[in-house]
């Protein structure tokens, strides 16, 4: 069955608009934990919008031994005030999984991926150190033609399809193009001998349709929309309903 990762910096942004530790992520973690997810997935940005150092390590703390912990983040982004780096924080916590994505401050969310002809070989050491301390190393990239055998060369052993063009293009009724082009790359990553993640704008309402397209999917992270349907249905209620969906 696909991996369910539960991304929770949006529990942090509704912290952080009070101040204080309501609601505690380590809470929602447990919560999501004893719904039966498969992992957690935090995005800590240098500007500690949402998701800070302390959540970092305090999850560490949680979900070590127990179940996949997923880092995401900027690997050229420097350290900043309380924020160490992106590598700084996986050789402190050791997670099971660093997703590189090249986003910066200036983006509400991540909004493409990289580009591995371009970028390859300034990523090839930094997967190299994340490959020495553990962690397994997935690279964001957007659904179309890449050169999955750069991605393997430097060491990678993920991509991640970014899917908000496909939730777009779902919401607007028109998927088939968006979806075939998710698919094909899938197909060509997992020729060249990587494994297949998915995540961003995944919702109940597209989930299915991806998770029945993509053959041997292997992870999804979903943050926004499984909080925001939270809302209305319970934390833990959502989760076994995204766990349903993905059997």
Avoid: W
């Amino acid at each position: 069955m696909t991996l369910l990762s539960v991304n929770l910096n949006k529990i942090a942004v509704l912290r952080n608009s009070r101040g204080g530790n309501e609601p505690d992520i380590v809470r929602a973690a447990q919560t999501c934990i004893d719904a039966g997810c498969g992992g957690i997935t935090v995005h800590p940005r240098p500007d500690q919008r949402h998701v800070r150092p302390d959540d970092v390590r305090r999850l560490a703390a949680l979900l070590r031994g127990r179940l996949e912990y997923n880092i995401e983040g900027n690997p050229f982004a420097a350290a900043r005030g309380a924020y160490p780096g992106l590598i700084a924080l996986a050789r402190e916590t050791r997670p099971t999984q660093v997703t590189l994505v090249p986003d910066d401050d200036g983006q509400i969310t991540s909004d493409h991926g990289f580009d591995l002809e371009r970028d390859g070989e300034r990523l090839r050491p930094l997967v190299a150190e994340l490959r020495g301390l553990g962690c397994r190393v997935s690279l964001f990239v957007d659904a179309g033609p890449q050169d999955f055998e750069r991605a393997v060369a430097i060491g990678a052993e993920r991509i991640e399809i970014y899917t908000g063009p496909y939730a777009e293009a779902f919401a607007a009724g028109d998927v088939h193009a968006s979806l075939a082009l998710c698919v094909d790359t899938a197909r060509r990553a997992q020729q060249a001998g990587l494994a297949v993640n998915a995540g961003h704008d995944l919702s109940q309402a597209n989930l299915g349709t991806l998770r029945a397209a993509i053959p041997g999917l292997a992870e999804v992270s979903i943050g926004h929309a499984l909080i925001g349907e939270a809302l209305y249905d319970g934390l833990a209620a959502t989760v076994r309903n995204y766990l349903q969906i993905l059997r």
